[in-house]
């Protein structure tokens, strides 16, 4: 059965801190791996890697894909009380380009 | 670019009312939407998978007759709660995948749903 798992679960951090999320997969046929952030309406979407090794950035954040770990991570620089949402990631199949979510990390960027 | 509309944002109606709920991709096509449920603090859980001009594919546990799916153009799909009661009360979301399928699901606002 499909599985993506997100670690931690939660996280609080003070403005300026540095945080890495994490995401493992086990996903049949994959295809991609998405970034989503969520805060109180539906998910924007953030990143999509399909290639291990390559670094995606927008602004202060970046991403990286490690498909012989089944593994991803999300890093986020100079947080912001802004940044302050839930990071979903998620997993493609490339027969049907279902999303399989994780569980999502809840962020909260502190003053 | 990549924007989606769901409409209504908001529903309240009483128990046995059927609700449609509108997704439309406003300035991309798309052959294939979803719609997924959110319960409070959780993760999206998809329930199914809208294709232009076919029937629905549906996920192991969701009712295809409580919950019908029309995908009638390459811009607009609809879900209808039909005959709902207060279980069905959640946060409805739909995302659409521009075409060609390599694209990322873009998401809809949701549809918070109360039945009381």
């Known amino acids: 059965e499909d599985k993506v798992v997100q670690s931690p679960l939660s996280l609080v951090v003070h403005e300026g801190d540095t945080v890495t999320l994490n995401c493992s997969y086990e996903?049949?046929?994959?295809?991609?791996l998405l970034w989503y952030k969520q805060e109180k309406k539906a998910p924007t979407f953030l990143f999509m890697l399909?290639?291990?090794?390559i670094e995606k950035k927008s602004g202060r954040l970046s991403s990286i894909l490690d498909k012989k770990e089944l593994f991803s991570i999300l890093n986020i620089t100079a947080t912001q009380t802004g940044d302050s949402a839930i990071y979903l990631c998620a997993g493609t199949r490339s027969n049907t380009g279902k999303l399989i979510f994780g569980q999502g990390t809840t962020l909260q960027v502190k003053p | 670019g990549a924007v989606v509309s769901q409409h209504p944002s908001r529903v309240i109606c009483k128990s046995g009312t059927s609700v449609k709920i509108e997704c439309r991709s406003l300035?991309?096509?798309?052959?294939?939407m979803f719609w997924y449920r959110q319960f409070p603090k959780q993760s999206l859980m998809l329930m199914a998978t809208?294709?232009?001009?076919?029937?629905?594919?549906?996920e192991q546990g969701v009712e295809k007759d409580k919950f019908l799916i029309n995908h009638a153009s390459l811009t607009l799909s609809t879900l209808t709660v039909t005959s709902a009661h207060p279980e069905d009360s959640s946060f409805y979301i739909c995302?659409?995948?521009?075409?060609?399928?390599?694209?990322?699901?873009?998401f809809g606002d949701g549809t918070r749903l109360s039945i009381l």
């Open positions: 300035d991309f096509q798309a052959t294939t």
């Open positions: 399909t290639s291990s090794g």
């Open positions: 995302s659409a995948r521009p075409d060609p399928t390599n694209q990322p699901q873009h």
């Open positions: 809208s294709n232009e001009g076919s029937k629905a594919t549906y």
């Open positions: 996903v049949t046929n994959f295809r991609s």
